[in-house]
């Protein structure tokens, strides 16, 4: 049963333009959405969340926007740089579940100069 | 602040060995989690420790999977017999209690069974 998912494995961008990476989630239960980050031979590296009760969270050149409705959630990247091409994964956390995160399978993107 | 730490990086083993792998968690961070990220995929949750008592290893396989966070501070994962199946990245996080409830990972260790 996978709860979050992240339908594009990958994504290419031109430096300078805008990243859209896409996530769909099943559980209304979710209570926080979180990005992590991930470069080869690394950990995942938190990059911005946000609560089940905002549609928009910024965070300088990030924005993540959330639709309860839709069960869908977006991470734009304005604008993008090389050095964000990793591997982007969204997470969820349920209420009243210790805190521990799912994860969705990843989108790798890659941000050509 | 010192980050999670993990060892080793990497491992070879053949199928049937054991491995065991060692995570120190971000000074005072309570909880403690293993997951498990195979190729392609995002990681999956293995086992979660608050302090050194187990608060869901619902996904852990038990007959060959074990871990244990006995001083509530390090921990360690173990897997006897290893499978072609269990090659995969496990990551150690940690966290504190938080609003947003991040978790800080580790840089994994890899596992490779052949």
């Known amino acids: 049963d996978q709860q979050v998912k992240q339908n594009s494995p990958s994504l290419s961008v031109q430096e300078g333009r805008i990243s859209i990476l896409n996530c769909d989630y099943t559980?209304?239960?979710?209570?926080?959405f979180l990005w992590y980050k991930k470069y080869p031979a690394e950990g995942p590296t938190f990059l911005i969340s946000i609560s089940s009760i905002k549609d928009k969270n910024e965070d300088g050149r990030f924005t993540v926007f959330l639709n309860k409705s839709a069960k869908h959630l977006s991470l734009h990247i304005v604008p993008s740089q090389p050095g964000d091409s990793a591997v982007y994964f969204c997470a969820a956390r349920r209420y009243n579940q210790g805190g521990k995160l799912i994860f969705g399978q990843g989108t790798e993107l890659s941000v050509k100069p | 602040e010192a980050g999670v730490a993990q060892s080793p990086r990497y491992k070879i083993i053949e199928k049937r060995q054991s491995v065991a792998f060692w995570c120190n968690p971000i000074s005072g961070h309570a909880t403690l989690y293993w997951y498990q990220q195979i190729l392609g995929q995002g990681p999956k949750l293995l086992i979660q420790f608050q302090n050194n008592g187990v608060v869901d290893d619902s996904q852990l396989p038990k007959d060959r999977f074990s871990a244990e966070r006995l001083k509530g501070v390090d921990s360690t994962l173990k897997i006897q017999p290893a499978k072609l199946e269990d090659s995969a990245v496990y990551l150690c996080?940690?966290?504190?209690?938080?609003?947003?409830?991040?978790?800080?990972f580790g840089e994994g260790s890899r596992l490779t069974v052949l």
């Open positions: 996080a940690s966290s504190a209690i938080t609003r947003t409830g991040e978790l800080f």
């Open positions: 559980n209304s239960m979710f209570d926080y």
